[in-house]
T-cell receptor, first 113, second 113 residues
Framework: DTEVTQTPKHLVMGMTNKKSLKCEQH?????MYWYKQKAKKPPELMFV???????INESVPSRFSPECPNSSLLNLHLHALQPEDSALYLC????????????FGPGTRLTVL | QQQVKQSPQSLIVQKGGISIINCAYE??????FPWYQQFPGKGPALLIA?????SEKKEGRFTISFNKSAKQFSLHIMDSQPGDSATYFC????????????FGSGTKLNVKP
């Protein structure tokens, strides 16, 4: 199974809502990533988890809170978002450390009203 | 500082023609250079990748050319098809950095029938 799944596919939320994005992989990868992608731009790294530990936080605002409950799951908790946070949120996974392919999920299209 | 520079920003090619996208990098520690293809509303998918110990890699109609001394690599799509119309991102990564990708800015390819 070489698939990364993400739920939900679409999410519309108000600025006072709390919601969560979910990501799952069963490839035995120990590195998992959250990216934010705006239209016509490359994916922008937000967080990296390595062996379920937060290893990179690219100075992301605290209204985004990542969580890695186990080696297969990655969550992104959202609270008090702004309209400019509307974007495609991508999850990816890879073998840790040695370099190589990152497998991307289909993304969650987030709209903040 | 942008670690990977990609050109052109957009490209129009006739069906059957050759599409060429170029990337340049600065950090000589990079040792993995993938090309990702992304269709609208979807996550990026690996197309082809190369490591710096080879100068060329071919997979079907897709070829990466790698010039280590010039710190450049390029994607060639032979016999371009309308189904190749997508956005292409080059990237680079190095070992020991949680496999963090540095993406180019992207090239939107339009193959006309």
């Amino acid at each position: 199974d070489t698939e990364v799944t993400q739920t939900p596919k679409h999410l519309v939320m108000g600025m006072t809502n709390k919601k969560s994005l979910k990501c799952e992989q069963h490839m035995g990868h120990r590195a998992m990533y959250w990216y934010k992608q705006k239209a016509k731009k490359p994916p922008e790294l937000m967080f990296v988890y390595s062996y379920e530990k937060l290893s990179i936080n690219e100075s992301v605002p605290s209204r985004f809170s990542p969580e890695c409950p186990n080696s297969s799951l990655l969550n992104l908790h959202l609270h008090a978002l702004q309209p400019e946070d509307s974007a495609l949120y991508l999850c990816a996974s890879s073998q840790e450390g040695g370099g190589g392919e990152q497998f991307f999920g289909p993304g969650t299209r987030l709209t903040v009203l | 500082q942008q670690q990977v520079k990609q050109s052109p920003q957009s490209l129009i090619v006739q069906k059957g023609g050759i599409s060429i996208i170029n990337c340049a990098y600065e950090n000589t520690a990079f040792d993995y250079f993938p090309w990702y293809q992304q269709f609208p509303g979807k996550g990026p998918a690996l197309l082809i990748a190369i490591r710096p110990d080879v100068s060329e890699k071919k997979e079907g109609r897709f070829t990466i050319s790698f010039n280590k001394s010039a710190k450049q690599f390029s994607l060639h799509i032979m016999d371009s098809q309308p189904g190749d119309s997508a956005t292409y991102f080059c990237a680079a990564s190095m070992r020991g950095n949680f496999n963090k990708f540095y993406f180019g800015s992207g090239t939107k390819l339009n193959v006309k029938p």
